[in-house]
């Protein structure tokens, strides 16, 4: 993109504070309109009859020019709706591009694509959320949060955020466990090749391999634990943990190997930190999640990926 029009870009957004979803509804449609129109653009042809609404504006129209980059996250249920704001950045943005095509600096393939990063600048900022809901499991909790993370994962293309957060909370909840000990934690991309780790934790002699996804290349860290004389325990998904299993049998070390569910993992031990007491689950929930947002604080990059207890 040209440098004069990314300034621009930035200054517009920074004066009309377009970072939430309604406003940057608004601009995403507005840019898409304005490529099926000739300039100087009209205020009034994007006002509605009633003009009280931007013209065109909805949910679906907004989502249309999202599935174009392959994002069906839903920015804004409520696009479209009655709203001054919307109008007023409307006639704002109007004049905005208007401008830039008398600089001669108008590019709206360019400036639709800016604002679509925008957009997920906006989801990446989002926090996961977790319901406390005593009627439910644990386990059900995890599996919902974990079901949240897939849902955001198939709306953002090329995203993988299942991984990260199942590396952090593997590692908040060993530390609540094991107070006593002095956990390594690293950021969930960095490869174990790179600072010569046996696996993502070292207890003793206990490797921890956390995963989403159990492949061949697992089951061989595996067995090069074995080779070392420690003992390896793989931290999967409940619908994988069967598939490394099946993979650890063919090569041999099944019986040399725990996999544990992730699921289960966690709400077990839950329940021991709570001393099986339902009071005091809530509380002990929330120190995980606490510990949790630490560990995303000190060793990822993305805000996004903190939990919110509800």
């Known amino acids: 993109m040209n440098e004069a029009l990314s300034r621009r870009l930035h200054t517009f957004r920074d004066e009309h504070n377009i970072r939430k979803k309604g406003a940057l509804s608004v601009v995403i449609y507005l840019t ?3 490529s099926e129109r000739e300039f100087p653009l009209s205020e009034a042809d ?9 013209r065109g504006l909805s949910k679906a129209a907004v989502q249309a020019v999202l ?17 001054r704001g919307s109008v007023r950045l409307m006639k ?3 004049r905005f591009l208007n401008a830039l095509h008398s600089d001669e600096l108008l ?3 360019s400036i639709e694509r800016w604002w679509v990063n925008r957009v997920l600048d906006y989801f990446s900022s ?6 406390y809901d005593v009627s439910k499991s644990i386990q059900s909790l995890f599996e919902d949060l974990f079901r949240q993370v897939r849902d955001r994962e ?13 590396q ?29 780790r046996a696996g993502d934790f070292q207890i003793e002699k206990t490797v921890i391999h956390v995963t989403t996804m159990p492949t061949e290349a697992i089951i061989e860290k595996c067995r090069q634990n074995l080779r070392a004389n420690l003992s390896p325990l793989i931290i999967t998904m409940s619908g994988r943990a069967p598939v490394a299993r099946g993979i650890a049998e063919m090569a041999g070390v099944s019986d040399r190997i725990d996999i544990l569910a992730a699921e289960q993992f966690l709400a077990a031990n839950l329940h021991e930190l709570s001393a099986f007491q339902i009071a005091a689950r809530e509380a002990t929930l929330r120190e995980l999640i606490q510990r949790y947002n630490e560990l995303i604080d000190q060793y990822e990059t993305d805000p996004g990926l903190k939990i919110q207890l509800g």
Request: glycine content about 14%; aromatic content about 6%; cysteine-free.
């Open 32 to 34: 898409r309109a304005a």
């Open 46 to 54: 994007f006002l509605a009859k009633s003009g009280g609404q931007v």
């Open 107 to 109: 590019d709206l393939a």
């Open 168 to 196: 952090h909370l593997v590692g908040a909840k060993i530390e609540l466990s094991l107070p006593g000990v002095q956990l390594n934690h690293f950021g969930a991309s960095v490869a174990d090749h790179v600072t010569g």
């Open 67 to 83: 599935r174009d980059y392959g994002i069906t996250r839903t920015l804004a249920q409520e696009a479209g709706r009655t709203s």
């Open 92 to 94: 704002s943005y109007v």
């Open 126 to 131: 989002m926090p996961l959320k977790l319901k």
């Open 154 to 166: 198939e709306g953002e293309p090329g995203a993988t955020y299942l991984g990260t957060v199942l």
